[in-house]
């Protein structure tokens, strides 16, 4: 466990996340040699927030193997977090029949969401809608990536201190800044005010570990 929580809770604060990566691999491998398959199935469904990958494919196949595990060992928690990131992937390699549509297999946004409500997997349904949140705003729906991340947030307190909160972050501020140009006077006024609380929030973060969130403040910064 100990692995774990450094690799997910600690680590990407400070350190570059490819060193949060291979902790997680090393938390994975503890949990299976010490047969502890719940910490190595809650090392599985942190592992696509840190992921060095930027090959959806690759991606889409460690989760297909995770969910195995997940539902193997009856780790369900685990299983539902890594459905959300399935979800969110299969939208971006265009499985589904529109953009707008999420779906992995059978499994629909609703009969997921209806399934994890069921559980009170409350984890996983924030983890969702941060992914959607992200999916909207790539596919340039600033209002519906800014919904989704409003529904998120209802739940952000899931996931306090886990490297989730750097992406959320990010497409919070991202949609936010895509708002803006529509916004009533009033609106705008309310969104101003979050992105400047939000930039003061990744300088500090980009100080604490530039290599992970220079060149995102930077963004923010430049898009604002």
Known sequence: MS??????YIAPWSRPLRESHALN???FQVGIEGGDTMVAGYAL???PSISVSENLDELADELHEALRFCEKTRNFMARDICMSFALFVDNLRGRTASE???RHGELDEAAFLASCEERTSLQAICCYHM???ESLFLYGDPEGAAAASARAKELLWTLTGSA???RFSLYEALSA????????PERRTELLEKLGKLCEQWAKWAASCPENFDHLHALICAEL
């Open 45 to 47: 469904c942190c592992r």
């Open 25 to 27: 691999v090393e938390a």
């Open 131 to 133: 992914l959607k949140s």
């Open 177 to 184: 800044i895509g708002c803006l140009d529509r916004a009533s």
């Open 164 to 166: 989730n909160n750097i």
């Open 3 to 8: 692995a774990h929580n450094l690799a997910d």
């Open 100 to 102: 707008h549509e999420f």
